[in-house]
């Protein structure tokens, strides 16, 4: 158990790797659960990485802006 680095990288505001934590999914994945063409899905996949639970988090986020925005126009 090495808390010292640990330690020294939160001071200095690094966050933990959580890379091989998370589940990850795949450009073809990610675009048939959310309904994207490949195209779009690779953009996002490649800005935002591999990550489900990202991806996910990022999707709902968009969904809730351009639900939102449909409300201003009203």
Known sequence: MDTGNTAKARSRGEKKSRRFTEPHCTVEEFAAKHGLSIPE?????SRFG????????????????????QHERK
């Open 41 to 45: 899905a690779l953009s996002l996949h």
């Open 50 to 69: 591999p990550s489900a639970t990202e991806l996910d988090l990022l999707m709902r986020a968009k969904r809730a802006y351009s639900g939102s925005e």
